[in-house]
């Protein structure tokens, strides 16, 4: 199992400009979410899925969209990128979130640079 | 104010020490905690769980949550330079939400 995957690696964007953060896990899992994580500010949770075609937000959604056709993949997109959103971006995965499950699974992250 | 917050360090010890990590929370809701451990530009990976109050441990490590206090701790004993790494403790709420603190660097030195 390649577990959670996620491209591009690193990214530079200008101010305004969109693109999509790609995230694919191969372990069936039900749950998947997206993370930014800052200094000093820790992880912070931007949206969630708890299955196919569900999607809710986190606690830092705005300027954010996500959809989940599949179980495997949830793509993160930014509609107009800002300097602000200058982050490491984490995706995870996790089995259903309707259990006592409380692992999740992260992948190696995307460095994100918006000039 | 942020749901779990954690001190950031850095936190030096020399090989060998016992270290102590903590967080402390705001919502009385929460009922499971976690320890992540990330390596320098690695993703999370989960090193230990408890769910409600008490201890529980695992090799070298040790996760306690006293629920009365809203405080979670992680020890680690004769820390070894492997353990070298950022550690965030985390709590999960409804189900859905997963709260994590800033996390603490640790330097375990050789």
């Known amino acids: 199992n390649a577990g959670v995957t996620q491209t591009p690696k690193f990214q530079v964007l200008k101010t305004g400009q969109s693109m999509t953060l790609q995230c694919a896990q191969d372990?069936?899992?039900?749950?998947m979410s997206w993370y930014r994580q800052d200094p000093g500010m820790g992880l912070r949770l931007i949206h969630y899925s708890v299955g196919a075609g569900i999607t809710d937000q986190g606690e830092v959604p705005n300027g954010y969209n996500v959809s989940r056709s599949t179980t495997e993949d949830f793509p993160l997109r930014l509609l107009s990128a800002a300097p602000s959103q200058t982050s490491v971006y984490f995706c995870?995965?996790?089995?259903?979130?309707?259990?006592?499950?409380?692992?999740?699974?992260f992948g190696p992250g995307t460095r994100l640079t918006v000039t | 104010q942020k749901e779990v917050e954690q001190d950031p360090g850095p936190l030096s010890v020399p090989e060998g020490a016992i270290v102590s990590l903590n967080c402390t929370y705001s919502?009385?809701?929460?009922?499971?905690f976690m320890w992540y451990r990330q390596y320098s530009r690695k993703g999370p990976e989960l090193l230990m769980y408890?769910?409600?109050?008490g201890n529980k441990e695992d090799g070298r490590f040790t996760a306690q949550v006293d629920k009365s206090s809203k405080y979670i701790s992680l020890f680690i004993r004769d820390s070894q330079p492997s353990d070298s790494a950022t550690y965030l403790c985390a709590s999960r709420y409804n189900f859905n939400k997963f709260y994590f603190g800033s996390g603490t660097k640790l330097n375990v030195k050789p």
């Open positions: 408890t769910y409600s109050s």
């Open positions: 919502n009385s809701a929460f009922q499971y």
């Open positions: 995870a995965s996790s089995y259903s979130i309707n259990s006592d499950s409380y692992e999740q699974y």
């Open positions: 372990m069936n899992h039900e749950y």
